[in-house]
Nanobody, 123 residues
C-alpha cells in the first residue's frame, strides 16, 4: 500500500507560478509511475501530467504543455508539479496518483491517490 499527500496549493494571480509536491509513504516510490490529475467544479477529473517510474518518460495534457513540468525524486520518495504561467482555467483540485510500474493517463488506471490540494488562479 502507498499513501500519498499533496501540498503546495493556494491562491495565485494569473501569470504566476505554484509548485505542488507529493510525498509518498508505505512503500518505496521507486517502481511506481506517478500522475497528476485535476478536477474543477462541474467537470470530470482529467489528466494533467504523468511520469514513468524511471523518470525518463513524461506525458502532458495539451492544455498545460510548455507551462507545467512534472518531476520526481526516487530517493526522497516525492513527486512535484511545477506550474508556470497559470491561467484561471487551471483552477481545480489537484490530485497526485500512483500505480505499479507502467505509466498511464486515465484516472481508472491509478489505484493510489492523495487527498487533493486546491489551486485557485484569479484573473
Amino acid at each position: 500500500q502507498v499513501q500519498l499527500v499533496e501540498s503546495g496549493g493556494g491562491l495565485v494571480q494569473a501569470g504566476g507560478s505554484l509548485r505542488l509536491s507529493c510525498a509518498a509513504s508505505g512503500r518505496t516510490f521507486r517502481n511506481y509511475a506517478m500522475g497528476w490529475f485535476r478536477q474543477a467544479p462541474g467537470k470530470e477529473r482529467e489528466i494533467v501530467a504523468a511520469i514513468s517510474w524511471s523518470g525518463t518518460n513524461t506525458y502532458y495534457a495539451d492544455s498545460v504543455k510548455g507551462r507545467f513540468t512534472i518531476s520526481r525524486d526516487n530517493v526522497q520518495n516525492t513527486g512535484a508539479l511545477q506550474m508556470n504561467s497559470l491561467k484561471p482555467d487551471d483552477t481545480a483540485l489537484y490530485y497526485c496518483a500512483a500505480r505499479w510500474l507502467l505509466v498511464a493517463t486515465t484516472p481508472s488506471e491509478f489505484n493510489y491517490w492523495g487527498q487533493g490540494t486546491q489551486v485557485t488562479v484569479s484573473s
